[in-house]
């Protein structure tokens, strides 16, 4: 079993226990990968968990692996499940690797159930710049008031608004989420996490980029496999947990 992001199976039981869900809870994991965290949240907790991945190679194995659980290979941006279905969602190490963060945070808000919750786990940069957090905002905002002609848009053309540098600036990210609909229920460094993960991977393999090229299913690009393949040697980078609840009414 390979968990290719900080924190592991311990940092996903941390976050149950913090978000609190009920028990039976239908629960999905979007960026399932090889589906472990499905398999712990079914095994464990008695979930009724689901797991979806963009990488048809990753939802293979995950069906492999875990015959008995339900796999299914989506984008985070348009999942094929009803509104209001679930009670908890996890991104863990994912939200920062779709290609539309808004889209898919909008898509998981759609999702869940009155109530239902959000657990995030990604990297984020710490003491961002003013002024490079004033100039990403307006940047994304040029890019996205600029008029489209036909081919303009790219497969990552549309602004981010909370990302600088491929790691979320935290305070950008909240104030996008509550904008939302969202209410911020817990928010915790996890830092530690991040630091030992590079360690562990370097001590196994020699460098993070080998450790990557090691466990990157073939024809995917590391970077966009896991957040944390090109970044979590940077020292201006911490991991965080963030827990959001849909509101009951």
Same mark, same amino acid.
């Given at each position: ?19 609190? +869900? ?18 712990? +949240? #079914? %095994? ?10 963009? =990488?048809?190679?990753? &939802? ?15 984008? !985070? ?5 009803? %509104? ?7 991104? $863990?190490?994912?939200? =920062? ?21 959000? &657990?995030?786990?990604? +990297? ?13 905002? @307006?940047?994304?905002? $040029?890019?996205? @008031?600029?008029?489209? !002609? ?5 497969? @990552? ?20 989420? $509550?904008?939302?609909?969202? &209410? ?14 590079? !360690? ?6 020699? =460098?993070?980029? #080998? ?20 970044? =979590? @040697?940077?020292? %201006? ?5 963030? &827990? ?6």
């Amino acid at each position: 079993m390979t968990i290719i992001r900080p924190g592991g199976l311990a940092l996903t039981k941390k976050a149950i226990e913090k978000a609190a +869900l009920p028990q039976g809870a239908r629960v999905l994991d979007i960026g399932c990968g090889e589906g472990d965290t499905v398999a712990l +949240l #079914a %095994s464990d907790y008695g979930f009724n968990a689901t797991g979806v991945d963009v =990488s048809t190679e990753l &939802i293979d194995k995950a069906k492999s692996r875990h015959p008995d659980l339900d796999f299914h290979q989506m984008e !985070a941006e348009l999942l094929d499940f009803d %509104s209001k279905s679930f009670d908890g969602i996890f991104m $863990e190490c994912s939200l =920062s690797v779709f290609r539309l963060h808004e889209d898919a945070a909008f898509e998981a808000y759609c999702l869940l159930k009155p109530g239902g919750k959000l &657990i995030i786990t990604d +990297l984020y940069i710490k003491n961002p710049d003013p002024a490079a957090v004033a100039q990403m905002l @307006n940047e994304a905002a $040029e890019k996205a @008031n600029k008029p489209r !002609a036909y081919g303009d848009c790219a497969e @990552n053309e549309k602004p981010s608004f909370v990302m600088l540098n491929d790691a979320f600036v935290v305070d950008e990210l909240a104030g996008m989420l $509550e904008d939302m609909g969202f &209410i911020l229920e817990h928010y915790e460094d996890e830092s530690p996490a991040l630091a030992s993960f590079a !360690a562990e991977a370097i001590m196994a393999h020699g =460098s993070l980029e #080998a450790y990557f090229k090691a466990v990157t299913p073939e024809g995917e690009d590391p970077a966009s496999y896991c957040a944390c393949s090109a970044f =979590s @040697n940077k020292d %201006s980078l911490g991991y965080f947990l963030m &827990i959001l609840k849909k509101p009951a009414t």
